[in-house]
């Protein structure tokens, strides 16, 4: 029996588990071939909001962080990806609504935080779209700063203090 792919239900309340494993998550590598070869493709045809959102990119303070265009996470080709931060920033088009969340959902239980921006509004401003990415890889590197911090056991010590020895 052949397997093919199907779209599940509009009304479907659980995201599709993404589990890491190998080289994709849980992915075929012929899959994931074709979906490396459709983000090549992707990168190499940009959208104009894309181009205008990765070009003002080049000119805000991003910490030292960059993106890639057109990324691969799973199943999914996401438009921007800084994966140090865990962070997607996707440019709204024509896409299906039912699509979009529930690839936000699955994105979001491996733990990327994803932004959504509207094309029409990264065109009329790239500038200020860019600045708030800044504004939110800012947010984001806090958020995972502190969640470190909290996993983080404390030693339980006495505080540090030298002797002093005595002199001759």
């Known amino acids: 029996m052949k397997k093919t792919l199907t779209v599940r239900a509009a009304g479907a309340d659980e995201a599709p588990a993404i589990k890491k494993k190998g ?8 899959r994931l ?12 045809n940009p959208s104009p909001a894309q181009e205008a959102l990765a070009g003002a990119l080049a000119e805000v303070e991003t910490g030292g962080y960059s993106f890639k265009r ?10 921007f990806a800084c994966k140090p931060l ?7 088009g ?5 699509f979009t969340a529930d690839r936000t959902r699955s994105l979001t239980e491996v733990g990327y935080r994803v932004e959504r921006l509207s094309a029409a509004a990264v065109l009329a401003d ?6 708030r990415v800044s ?9 995972r700063r502190e969640r470190n911090r909290a ?6 010590r006495a505080p540090y203090s030298r002797s002093r020895r005595p002199q001759d």
């Open 94 to 98: 024509d896409e299906d609504a039912t």
């Open 126 to 131: 790239p500038a200020g779209a860019a600045t």
């Open 151 to 156: 996993a983080r056991p404390t030693p339980n």
């Open 135 to 143: 504004e939110v890889m800012r947010e984001r590197w806090h958020e």
């Open 70 to 79: 057109q990324d691969v996470i799973g199943s999914a080709i996401v438009d």
């Open 23 to 30: 080289r994709g998550w849980e992915i075929s590598e012929k």
């Open 33 to 44: 071939d074709a979906l490396h070869e459709r983000a090549r493709e992707m990168r190499r």
């Open 86 to 92: 865990m962070l997607v920033i996707e440019l709204d």
